[in-house]
């Protein structure tokens, strides 16, 4: 039997073999924090002036102007890995005031932008814009920094979304590159995070681990994400409590290769936005709605993950999701009573009606290989199975949408422990949902975590259209 003393000494060179493999980069070299801010932080006027800039929403201020003036005499040389780092600090166990803190030893505070101070339009709108100012004015430094410059954020799904949806409008501007997004997770499902290797969680050796994040950030290999647009048109006069990722905008007339066979509103109220990880319609939006509302009433609810999902899944069962039978309630019926899907299926140009099945009570459409905290519900589905149904294997930048059905909140469970596979509706490249009431009055959506309740009318139809996006967003990859 080995002694106290030996104990001590294995367990104590234990510690230090691990804490040497923690310290290391990809490449197997030791960083300190020291060589990394080197590595990252902007020269000091270049920094200033960016905060200058988005806080008096002028790149063409004195301020700006004068440290652009004072720095040139000098010059100053450009990072070799510029970052600049987003924080929500609400998201999940809310560890944000913690993490900005390490932060702050690892690199410059300017280039940390706290997202309940700086929104990310504005750091794109006048943050890379006076980077791109100072480029155009002969400055290599600020040349260098836009063109190498990589986004951290430090967020759940939601915050990731809002980061990319902003960075997105650098294509339509023409404003490239678009810098690429890495990730420290910090939200309850981080399947974003999860499907680039950036991990499920916050990490608990989260000190030594934000560095040597930033380092893989920094260092890592690029990959594509397939974006999509969601555009809501519903008779006008009903009221809707929107997420973020949606906002009114003027009318948008529908895919006109789809005919529409009902009669059309003379007035229609649009809402358009822009989707990474799904859009889900049913009882898990339901269940997620209530969750929602009750975690903003109760904050002191969410410590964390865990107890985050601890309560979500009891809500799950006080909803009727397992235990309430289907008939007692017109709103917990099958989806077949309101839903219509019509779908461009893989290398197919013409909309075709898809059967909705009698038994789903939630329809997700799946953009990511991951979701509901790293499961897979689509599955890795056979060659020969792919071949039957004229699938492909699914990726998160292979221009394909999954939809897929849940039966009720049993044979949810089942597939998110990836025991069976969801129900199997559709691979498409563009969708359309055409939602009619009846006895129904509402109907629950969300997008990406952000569930709404969506009012329907008797008389008219709802439309939700989904489209890819032309442009993918950039991403790093981790491990």
């Not at 702050?104 to 943050?127: C, N, R, T, W």
């Not at 397939?226 to 929107?242: H, N, R, V």
């Not at 009055?441 to 569930?451: H, L, R």
């Amino acid at each position: 039997m080995d002694s106290p003393g030996t104990q001590t000494q294995v367990g104590s060179a234990r510690s230090s073999v691990i804490d040497s493999i923690r310290g290391c980069t990809l490449a197997g070299v030791r960083i300190t924090k020291e060589e990394l801010r080197k590595k990252i932080t902007f020269p000091e006027y270049i920094r200033l002036a960016v905060r200058e800039a988005i806080q008096v929403k002028d790149v063409e201020s004195d301020a700006v102007s004068r440290l652009y003036d004072e720095a040139q005499a000098g010059g100053a040389e450009p990072p070799e890995f510029p970052l600049v780092v987003f924080i929500n600090a609400k998201s999940g166990g809310r560890h944000g005031p913690e993490l900005k803190a390490r932060l702050k030893e690892l690199m410059a505070d300017e280039q940390i932008f706290d997202l309940s101070v700086v929104k990310p339009h504005e750091f794109v709108q006048y943050g890379l814009y006076c980077l791109e100012k100072f480029a155009s004015l002969g400055d290599g430094s600020a040349a260098s920094i836009r063109e190498k410059l990589r986004i951290v954020v430090a967020g759940g799904d939601g915050t990731v979304g809002w980061v990319l949806g902003c960075l997105g409008e650098l294509n339509k501007q023409g404003r490239l590159p678009v810098p690429p997004t890495g990730i420290i997770p910090l939200g309850t499902g981080n399947d974003l995070s999860r499907s680039f290797n950036w991990g499920g969680s916050f990490p608990f050796n989260w000190k030594s681990a934000i560095k040597r994040t930033l380092d893989k950030i920094a260092n890592g290999p690029i990959g594509h994400l397939d974006s999509w647009q969601i555009l809501i048109s519903m008779p006008a006069g009903k009221d809707l409590e929107i997420p973020y990722s949606l906002k009114p905008t003027k009318e948008i007339p529908l895919d006109q290769e789809l005919h529409v066979e009902e009669e059309l509103p003379g007035n229609v109220s649009c809402y358009q936005g822009v989707f990474y990880n799904y859009f889900s319609l049913g009882m898990d939006a339901q269940v997620a709605y209530g969750f929602h509302h009750l975690r903003n009433e109760r904050p002191y609810l969410a410590q964390g993950p865990i107890s985050n999902k601890l309560i979500y899944s009891g809500y799950s069962c006080k909803q009727g999701w397992f235990f309430t039978p289907c008939s007692s309630d017109p709103g917990l019926r099958g989806l077949k009573n309101i839903l219509r899907i019509y779908v461009k299926k893989v290398n197919g140009s013409q909309w075709e009606q898809i059967p909705v099945p009698s038994s789903v009570r939630s329809v997700v459409v799946l953009n990511l290989p991951s979701y509901g905290s790293g499961r897979n519900p689509w599955g890795n589905l056979k060659p020969e199975y792919l071949e039957k149904r004229g699938f492909v294997e699914a990726h998160a930048d292979d221009g394909l949408l999954e939809v897929f059905g849940l039966k009720h909140g049993w044979h949810a469970s089942m597939v998110m422990v990836e025991l069976i596979s969801a129900k199997h509706i559709a691979q498409a490249s563009a969708i359309r949902f055409e939602l009619r009431g009846g006895e129904w009055t509402e109907a629950y959506m969300q997008i990406d975590g952000e569930p709404w309740k969506q009012p329907m009318d008797k008389e008219f139809s709802t439309f939700v259209e989904m489209k890819r996006v032309q442009h993918q967003s950039v991403m790093v990859k981790g491990e």
